[in-house]
T-cell receptor, first 112, second 113 residues
Framework: DARVTQTPRHKVTEMGQEVTMRCQPILGHNTVFWYRQTMMQGLELLAYFRNRAPLDDSGMPKDRFSAEMPDATLATLKIQPSEPRDSAVYFC??????????FGQGTRLTVV | QKEVEQDPGPLSVPEGAIVSLNCTYSNSAFQYFMWYRQYSRKGPELLMYTYSSGNKEDGRFTAQVDKSSKYISLFIRDSQPSDSATYLCAARRASGGSYIPTFGRGTSLIVHP
């Protein structure tokens, strides 16, 4: 059954370490979103891609976050160096042409 | 101030009650409105999607949009314990050829037997 797959599901890392989160969008979807969810802020858009091209990453701290889509089946979000304030659940979502956004299960990141 | 505001709750109701969940938004550029449901430790899933002011019904769920007052509502009739979840309202606006979803913080709903 078609779904967005995110890995890892959980990640605990030490401050200063690099973290890479991966997302496999639903086959055929041409838009990929990265969101971060915290209790205080809710779901915040970090970046999104259409047809693998980055269209907006204004929600990301540019000095430490980077998002890429090396091919149609893989999107990555990288944090280097990680900080405790980056602790959150990171969601990837994909959709076809402004229809329904399907979310993955999220990566729960804890930076200690 | 967030573009989409939502009371985080929690909202606790007895089984069978009618539930009313509400959001307000500030950006007139929003054109499409959605409600997502998120169970604990899961990703959000779409419940309702509406394009215009008025009501849209789907089973026990009714979504209502009032663009003049920038107000979005979700009503749940005959609420069930399985409806216990966080409900996120969202609105889409055009940006670079796409319609980007902006989410409220979510309202936690607890339906007790």
């Amino acid at each position: 059954d078609a779904r967005v797959t995110q890995t890892p599901r959980h990640k605990v890392t030490e401050m200063g370490q690099e973290v890479t989160m991966r997302c496999q969008p639903i086959l055929g979807h041409n838009t990929v979103f990265w969101y971060r969810q915290t209790m205080m802020q809710g779901l915040e858009l970090l970046a999104y891609f259409r047809n693998r091209a980055p269209l907006d990453d204004s929600g990301m701290p540019k000095d430490r976050f980077s998002a890429e889509m090396p091919d149609a089946t893989l999107a990555t979000l990288k944090i280097q160096p990680s900080e405790p304030r980056d602790s959150a659940v990171y969601f990837c979502a994909s959709e076809w042409m402004n229809t329904e956004a399907f979310f993955g299960q999220g990566t729960r990141l804890t930076v200690v | 101030q967030k573009e989409v505001e939502q009371d985080p709750g929690p909202l606790s109701v007895p089984e069978g009650a009618i539930v009313s969940l509400n959001c307000t938004y500030s950006n007139s550029a929003f054109q499409y409105f959605m409600w997502y449901r998120q169970y604990s430790r899961k990703g959000p899933e779409l419940l309702m999607y509406t394009y215009s002011s008025g009501n849209k019904e789907d089973g026990r769920f009714t979504a209502q949009v009032d663009k003049s007052s920038k107000y979005i509502s979700l009503f749940i009739r005959d609420s069930q314990p399985s409806d216990s979840a966080t409900y996120l309202c969202a609105a889409r606006r055009a940006s670079g050829g796409s319609y980007i979803p902006t989410f409220g913080r979510g309202t936690s709903l607890i339906v007790h037997p």
